[in-house]
Protein backbone atom coordinates (compact mmCIF):
# COMPACT_ATOMS: atom_id res chain seq x y z
CA UNK A 1 0.00 0.00 0.00
CA UNK A 2 1.51 3.18 -0.87
CA UNK A 3 -1.55 5.23 -1.34
CA UNK A 4 -1.95 9.32 -1.37
CA UNK A 5 -4.54 11.16 -0.14
CA UNK A 6 -5.52 14.49 -0.75
CA UNK A 7 -8.45 16.69 -1.38
CA UNK A 8 -7.84 16.72 -5.31
CA UNK A 9 -7.91 19.88 -7.69
CA UNK A 10 -9.84 22.24 -8.50
CA UNK A 11 -9.27 23.37 -11.66
CA UNK A 12 -10.06 26.98 -12.70
CA UNK A 13 -9.95 26.92 -16.90
CA UNK A 14 -11.65 24.58 -18.83
CA UNK A 15 -13.61 24.51 -21.67
CA UNK A 16 -16.52 21.53 -21.26
CA UNK A 17 -18.13 22.11 -24.99
CA UNK A 18 -21.73 22.01 -23.62
CA UNK A 19 -23.56 23.40 -25.25
CA UNK A 20 -22.50 23.73 -28.55
CA UNK A 21 -19.92 21.63 -29.80
CA UNK A 22 -20.57 18.09 -28.05
CA UNK A 23 -18.51 16.08 -30.29
CA UNK A 24 -15.61 17.62 -28.69
CA UNK A 25 -16.79 17.62 -24.98
CA UNK A 26 -19.89 17.51 -22.95
CA UNK A 27 -20.77 18.00 -19.42
CA UNK A 28 -21.37 14.53 -18.19
CA UNK A 29 -17.57 13.27 -20.47
CA UNK A 30 -15.71 16.53 -19.13
CA UNK A 31 -16.54 16.03 -15.35
CA UNK A 32 -15.96 12.32 -16.04
CA UNK A 33 -12.41 13.37 -17.41
CA UNK A 34 -11.97 15.62 -14.43
CA UNK A 35 -13.01 12.75 -11.80
CA UNK A 36 -10.67 10.46 -13.79
CA UNK A 37 -7.73 13.05 -13.34
CA UNK A 38 -8.69 13.84 -9.51
CA UNK A 39 -10.24 17.03 -10.33
CA UNK A 40 -12.94 17.46 -8.10
CA UNK A 41 -14.46 21.10 -8.87
CA UNK A 42 -14.00 22.80 -12.57
CA UNK A 43 -14.50 26.69 -13.39
CA UNK A 44 -16.06 26.26 -17.16
CA UNK A 45 -15.47 29.13 -19.96
CA UNK A 46 -17.70 31.24 -21.69
CA UNK A 47 -17.01 30.56 -25.18
CA UNK A 48 -19.69 28.09 -25.86
CA UNK A 49 -21.79 28.62 -29.44
CA UNK A 50 -23.75 30.47 -28.52
CA UNK A 51 -21.34 32.62 -26.05
CA UNK A 52 -22.58 32.71 -22.65
CA UNK A 53 -23.17 36.48 -22.55
CA UNK A 54 -26.78 36.86 -22.03
CA UNK A 55 -28.43 35.60 -19.09
CA UNK A 56 -31.10 33.25 -20.35
CA UNK A 57 -27.45 31.51 -21.83
CA UNK A 58 -26.20 31.41 -18.89
CA UNK A 59 -29.53 30.21 -17.08
CA UNK A 60 -29.45 27.30 -19.05
CA UNK A 61 -26.04 26.63 -18.94
CA UNK A 62 -26.75 26.25 -15.44
CA UNK A 63 -29.60 24.02 -15.88
CA UNK A 64 -27.58 21.80 -17.72
CA UNK A 65 -24.78 21.57 -15.35
CA UNK A 66 -27.22 21.16 -12.88
CA UNK A 67 -28.10 18.11 -14.02
CA UNK A 68 -25.30 16.51 -16.01
CA UNK A 69 -21.96 17.71 -13.97
CA UNK A 70 -20.86 14.57 -11.96
CA UNK A 71 -18.09 17.13 -10.43
CA UNK A 72 -18.55 20.05 -8.38
CA UNK A 73 -18.33 23.35 -11.25
CA UNK A 74 -18.49 27.16 -11.06
CA UNK A 75 -19.05 28.70 -14.64
CA UNK A 76 -17.76 32.17 -16.22
CA UNK A 77 -20.02 34.88 -17.65
CA UNK A 78 -18.72 35.98 -21.15
CA UNK A 79 -18.96 39.59 -23.00
CA UNK A 80 -19.49 40.87 -26.36
CA UNK A 81 -19.23 44.43 -25.28
CA UNK A 82 -22.74 44.76 -25.59
CA UNK A 83 -25.60 44.56 -23.15
CA UNK A 84 -23.59 44.73 -20.04
CA UNK A 85 -26.86 45.05 -17.96
CA UNK A 86 -26.90 41.44 -18.41
CA UNK A 87 -23.33 40.83 -18.01
CA UNK A 88 -23.98 42.75 -14.63
CA UNK A 89 -27.07 40.19 -14.06
CA UNK A 90 -25.00 37.23 -14.37
CA UNK A 91 -22.54 38.65 -11.78
CA UNK A 92 -24.37 36.87 -8.35
CA UNK A 93 -23.95 33.41 -9.76
CA UNK A 94 -20.72 33.57 -12.08
CA UNK A 95 -17.53 32.77 -10.39
CA UNK A 96 -15.99 35.37 -12.55
CA UNK A 97 -16.66 37.15 -15.97
CA UNK A 98 -13.95 35.94 -18.64
CA UNK A 99 -12.34 38.57 -21.40
CA UNK A 100 -10.71 38.03 -24.27
CA UNK A 101 -8.98 40.25 -25.63
CA UNK A 102 -6.66 38.41 -28.18
CA UNK A 103 -7.77 35.96 -30.44
CA UNK A 104 -8.37 32.06 -30.00
CA UNK A 105 -11.01 29.72 -30.34
CA UNK A 106 -14.65 31.41 -30.69
CA UNK A 107 -15.87 34.61 -31.82
CA UNK A 108 -16.15 36.28 -28.29
CA UNK A 109 -13.53 39.14 -28.39
CA UNK A 110 -13.19 42.52 -26.18
CA UNK A 111 -11.12 44.35 -28.24
CA UNK A 112 -12.42 47.97 -28.53
CA UNK A 113 -10.58 50.13 -26.06
CA UNK A 114 -13.90 52.15 -24.93
CA UNK A 115 -16.10 49.17 -24.50
CA UNK A 116 -13.50 47.21 -22.75
CA UNK A 117 -13.42 50.22 -20.26
CA UNK A 118 -16.97 50.36 -19.82
CA UNK A 119 -17.09 46.61 -19.42
CA UNK A 120 -14.66 46.73 -16.78
CA UNK A 121 -16.48 49.65 -15.01
CA UNK A 122 -19.63 47.85 -15.05
CA UNK A 123 -18.31 44.25 -13.40
CA UNK A 124 -20.00 44.66 -10.06
CA UNK A 125 -17.97 41.19 -8.83
CA UNK A 126 -17.63 39.60 -6.34
CA UNK A 127 -15.83 37.20 -9.21
CA UNK A 128 -12.70 38.69 -10.58
CA UNK A 129 -12.29 39.51 -14.09
CA UNK A 130 -10.56 37.15 -15.91
CA UNK A 131 -8.63 37.34 -19.16
CA UNK A 132 -7.29 35.89 -22.16
CA UNK A 133 -4.58 38.65 -22.55
CA UNK A 134 -1.38 38.54 -24.66
CA UNK A 135 1.83 40.42 -24.70
CA UNK A 136 0.27 43.82 -25.03
CA UNK A 137 -3.19 42.92 -23.65
CA UNK A 138 -1.78 41.84 -21.14
CA UNK A 139 -0.30 45.57 -19.75
CA UNK A 140 -3.64 47.05 -21.13
CA UNK A 141 -5.67 44.86 -18.34
CA UNK A 142 -3.34 45.68 -15.76
CA UNK A 143 -3.59 48.97 -16.37
CA UNK A 144 -8.06 48.73 -16.60
CA UNK A 145 -7.98 46.79 -13.26
CA UNK A 146 -5.75 49.57 -12.21
CA UNK A 147 -8.14 52.61 -13.07
CA UNK A 148 -11.37 50.86 -12.20
CA UNK A 149 -9.80 48.88 -8.58
CA UNK A 150 -10.65 45.51 -10.67
CA UNK A 151 -9.56 41.74 -9.21
CA UNK A 152 -7.97 41.32 -12.17
CA UNK A 153 -6.57 37.11 -13.02
CA UNK A 154 -4.21 36.32 -15.90
CA UNK A 155 -5.21 33.31 -17.60
CA UNK A 156 -2.67 30.80 -19.05
CA UNK A 157 0.27 33.91 -19.04
CA UNK A 158 2.24 33.52 -22.11
CA UNK A 159 5.44 34.07 -21.15
CA UNK A 160 7.73 34.16 -17.78
CA UNK A 161 8.85 37.67 -18.87
CA UNK A 162 4.90 38.58 -18.39
CA UNK A 163 5.30 37.05 -14.69
CA UNK A 164 7.84 39.88 -14.04
CA UNK A 165 5.06 42.67 -15.29
CA UNK A 166 2.12 41.07 -12.99
CA UNK A 167 4.49 40.80 -10.02
CA UNK A 168 5.72 44.33 -10.45
CA UNK A 169 1.56 45.70 -11.12
CA UNK A 170 0.87 43.58 -7.82
CA UNK A 171 3.87 45.48 -5.69
CA UNK A 172 1.90 48.82 -7.07
CA UNK A 173 -1.32 47.74 -5.32
CA UNK A 174 -3.04 46.26 -8.13
CA UNK A 175 -5.14 43.32 -7.63
CA UNK A 176 -4.57 40.97 -9.64
CA UNK A 177 -3.23 36.94 -10.12
CA UNK A 178 -1.99 34.63 -12.43
CA UNK A 179 -2.06 30.86 -13.89
CA UNK A 180 0.22 28.87 -16.04
CA UNK A 181 -1.02 25.67 -17.43
CA UNK A 182 0.64 22.31 -17.57
CA UNK A 183 1.17 22.43 -21.16
CA UNK A 184 3.49 25.71 -20.94
CA UNK A 185 5.47 23.98 -17.88
CA UNK A 186 5.81 20.41 -19.49
CA UNK A 187 6.12 20.83 -23.13
CA UNK A 188 8.04 23.10 -25.33
CA UNK A 189 7.52 24.54 -28.67
CA UNK A 190 9.57 21.51 -29.90
CA UNK A 191 6.71 19.65 -29.21
CA UNK A 192 4.81 21.53 -32.27
CA UNK A 193 7.47 19.38 -34.62
CA UNK A 194 6.92 15.87 -33.13
CA UNK A 195 2.88 16.75 -32.38
CA UNK A 196 2.02 19.31 -35.16
CA UNK A 197 -1.60 20.79 -34.73
CA UNK A 198 -2.10 18.84 -31.46
CA UNK A 199 0.89 20.69 -29.54
CA UNK A 200 -1.24 24.08 -31.15
CA UNK A 201 -2.97 26.01 -28.85
CA UNK A 202 -3.78 29.46 -27.69
CA UNK A 203 -1.25 31.14 -26.18
CA UNK A 204 1.13 29.01 -27.98
CA UNK A 205 4.21 26.46 -26.16
CA UNK A 206 7.37 28.68 -25.76
CA UNK A 207 11.01 27.74 -26.13
CA UNK A 208 12.84 25.13 -23.73
CA UNK A 209 14.57 28.28 -22.04
CA UNK A 210 11.26 29.99 -21.46
CA UNK A 211 9.49 27.08 -20.28
CA UNK A 212 12.57 26.31 -17.82
CA UNK A 213 12.37 29.82 -16.79
CA UNK A 214 8.41 29.67 -15.98
CA UNK A 215 9.55 26.76 -12.87
CA UNK A 216 12.00 29.21 -11.91
CA UNK A 217 9.49 31.79 -11.53
CA UNK A 218 7.06 29.75 -10.18
CA UNK A 219 6.92 31.41 -7.00
CA UNK A 220 5.15 34.39 -8.99
CA UNK A 221 2.10 32.13 -10.17
CA UNK A 222 -0.98 32.04 -8.05
CA UNK A 223 -2.63 28.96 -9.67
CA UNK A 224 -2.19 25.70 -11.84
CA UNK A 225 -5.02 25.36 -14.35
CA UNK A 226 -5.56 22.87 -17.49
CA UNK A 227 -7.30 25.45 -19.69
CA UNK A 228 -8.56 21.93 -20.90
CA UNK A 229 -9.56 22.70 -24.40
CA UNK A 230 -10.75 19.69 -26.42
CA UNK A 231 -10.97 18.91 -30.24
CA UNK A 232 -11.82 16.36 -32.10
CA UNK A 233 -8.52 14.82 -33.46
CA UNK A 234 -9.88 14.87 -37.00
CA UNK A 235 -10.96 18.93 -36.44
CA UNK A 236 -7.20 18.94 -35.61
CA UNK A 237 -6.14 17.38 -38.89
CA UNK A 238 -8.06 19.54 -40.90
CA UNK A 239 -6.21 22.54 -42.93
CA UNK A 240 -6.59 25.02 -40.55
CA UNK A 241 -7.02 22.93 -36.92
CA UNK A 242 -8.55 25.26 -33.96
CA UNK A 243 -5.85 25.77 -31.20
CA UNK A 244 -6.31 24.07 -27.81
CA UNK A 245 -5.42 20.59 -25.82
CA UNK A 246 -7.32 18.30 -23.12
CA UNK A 247 -5.33 18.12 -19.40
CA UNK A 248 -7.84 17.53 -16.85
CA UNK A 249 -6.40 13.70 -16.92
CA UNK A 250 -2.77 14.37 -16.79
CA UNK A 251 -2.37 17.07 -14.34
CA UNK A 252 -2.05 15.86 -10.77
CA UNK A 253 0.76 12.78 -12.19
CA UNK A 254 2.25 15.26 -14.29
CA UNK A 255 2.62 17.51 -11.07
CA UNK A 256 3.08 14.52 -8.45
CA UNK A 257 6.18 13.39 -10.99
CA UNK A 258 7.69 17.01 -10.87
CA UNK A 259 7.41 16.93 -6.97
CA UNK A 260 9.14 13.69 -7.26
CA UNK A 261 11.53 14.90 -8.89
CA UNK A 262 12.25 17.77 -6.07
CA UNK A 263 10.95 20.29 -8.79
CA UNK A 264 8.43 21.94 -6.32
CA UNK A 265 7.38 20.86 -2.70
CA UNK A 266 4.05 18.63 -1.87
CA UNK A 267 3.16 21.56 -0.40
CA UNK A 268 3.36 24.10 -2.57
CA UNK A 269 1.73 21.75 -5.49
CA UNK A 270 -1.44 21.67 -3.29
CA UNK A 271 -1.36 25.33 -3.23
CA UNK A 272 -1.22 25.38 -6.60
CA UNK A 273 -4.23 23.24 -7.97
CA UNK A 274 -6.30 23.33 -4.81
CA UNK A 275 -5.88 26.21 -2.18
CA UNK A 276 -4.87 28.71 -4.24
CA UNK A 277 -7.92 28.58 -6.92
CA UNK A 278 -10.50 28.96 -3.98
CA UNK A 279 -8.89 31.38 -2.62
CA UNK A 280 -8.72 33.30 -5.96
CA UNK A 281 -12.37 32.99 -6.85
CA UNK A 282 -13.74 33.43 -3.20
CA UNK A 283 -15.58 29.57 -3.18
CA UNK A 284 -15.63 27.75 -0.46
CA UNK A 285 -13.83 24.04 -0.30
CA UNK A 286 -16.56 21.22 -1.17
CA UNK A 287 -15.88 17.58 1.24
CA UNK A 288 -13.82 16.05 -1.00
CA UNK A 289 -11.14 13.08 -1.01
CA UNK A 290 -8.71 11.69 -3.94
CA UNK A 291 -6.87 8.54 -3.05
CA UNK A 292 -3.83 7.72 -5.64
CA UNK A 293 -2.07 5.06 -5.93
CA UNK A 294 1.79 5.99 -6.10
CA UNK A 295 2.94 2.17 -6.03
CA UNK A 296 3.62 1.23 -9.33
CA UNK A 297 6.50 4.06 -9.46
CA UNK A 298 7.08 6.15 -12.64
CA UNK A 299 5.15 5.67 -15.68
CA UNK A 300 4.95 7.20 -18.79
CA UNK A 301 1.46 9.03 -19.88
CA UNK A 302 -0.09 7.38 -23.03
CA UNK A 303 -1.12 8.90 -26.00
CA UNK A 304 -4.78 8.04 -25.86
CA UNK A 305 -7.18 5.66 -24.09
CA UNK A 306 -8.45 8.80 -21.85
CA UNK A 307 -12.09 9.63 -20.91
CA UNK A 308 -12.19 13.09 -22.38
CA UNK A 309 -14.32 12.69 -25.17
CA UNK A 310 -11.51 13.72 -27.29
CA UNK A 311 -9.51 11.27 -26.29
CA UNK A 312 -5.83 12.01 -27.31
CA UNK A 313 -3.55 13.55 -24.52
CA UNK A 314 -0.44 16.23 -25.59
CA UNK A 315 1.18 14.74 -23.16
CA UNK A 316 1.92 11.18 -24.17
CA UNK A 317 5.51 9.81 -23.31
CA UNK A 318 5.43 12.19 -20.29
CA UNK A 319 7.16 10.96 -16.74
CA UNK A 320 3.68 11.04 -14.82
CA UNK A 321 3.11 9.76 -11.00
CA UNK A 322 0.23 8.64 -9.11
CA UNK A 323 -3.20 6.59 -10.32
CA UNK A 324 -6.76 7.79 -9.47
CA UNK A 325 -8.10 4.93 -7.81
CA UNK A 326 -11.02 6.85 -6.04
CA UNK A 327 -12.69 10.24 -5.62
CA UNK A 328 -15.41 10.72 -2.44
CA UNK A 329 -17.44 13.89 -2.93
CA UNK A 330 -19.56 14.89 0.05
CA UNK A 331 -18.90 11.88 1.31
CA UNK A 332 -20.15 9.63 -1.38
CA UNK A 333 -17.72 7.72 -3.92
CA UNK A 334 -18.35 8.80 -7.40
CA UNK A 335 -15.67 7.59 -9.00
CA UNK A 336 -13.42 4.05 -8.36
CA UNK A 337 -11.35 1.48 -10.33
CA UNK A 338 -11.62 3.55 -13.39
CA UNK A 339 -15.54 3.92 -13.01
CA UNK A 340 -18.05 6.31 -12.66
CA UNK A 341 -20.38 5.69 -9.68
CA UNK A 342 -22.04 9.00 -9.53
CA UNK A 343 -25.37 9.75 -11.65
CA UNK A 344 -25.37 13.04 -13.69
CA UNK A 345 -26.53 15.60 -11.36
CA UNK A 346 -24.71 14.66 -8.43
CA UNK A 347 -22.14 17.59 -9.04
CA UNK A 348 -22.74 20.56 -7.10
CA UNK A 349 -22.10 24.55 -7.79
CA UNK A 350 -19.12 25.58 -5.90
CA UNK A 351 -20.60 27.97 -3.20
CA UNK A 352 -18.68 31.11 -2.59
CA UNK A 353 -16.48 31.39 1.06
CA UNK A 354 -17.69 33.43 3.14
CA UNK A 355 -14.78 35.87 3.23
CA UNK A 356 -13.98 37.51 0.07
CA UNK A 357 -10.62 39.08 0.92
CA UNK A 358 -7.66 38.02 -1.44
CA UNK A 359 -5.44 37.08 0.92
O1 LIG B 1 -5.92 27.08 -27.13
C1 LIG B 1 -6.95 27.59 -26.72
N1 LIG B 1 -8.13 26.95 -26.84
N2 LIG B 1 -6.91 28.79 -26.15
C2 LIG B 1 -8.03 29.45 -25.82
O2 LIG B 1 -7.94 30.57 -25.37
C3 LIG B 1 -9.37 28.88 -26.11
C4 LIG B 1 -9.29 27.41 -26.18
C5 LIG B 1 -10.51 26.76 -26.76
O3 LIG B 1 -11.63 27.12 -26.35
O4 LIG B 1 -10.36 25.86 -27.59
ZN1 LIG C 1 -7.61 31.61 -23.41
ZN1 LIG D 1 -9.21 28.68 -22.24
Redesign the pocket.
Known sequence: MNDLILHGMIDAHVHLREPGATQKEDVLSGTQAALAGGVVGVLDMPNNTPPITRTERFAAKQALFATKAVADYGLFAGSDGSHLDQVVAMAPQAVGLKL?LDE?FGDLRNREPRSLAETFEAWPGPGPIAV?AESESIRVSLDLARRYRQHLHI??VPHPDELLAIDAARQQGVTVTCEVTPHHLFLSDEAVGRLGSLAQM?PPLVSPADRDLFWDRLPLVDLIAT?HAPHTREEKAAADPPPGVPGLETTLPLLLAAVDEGRLTPERMLELVYTRPLEVYGLAAPESKVVLDLSQGRYQLPMDGYHTRCGWSPFGGQWALGRVVSVTLRGRVVWQGGELLASPGSGRRLERAVSRDLP
Open positions: YTHCHKD
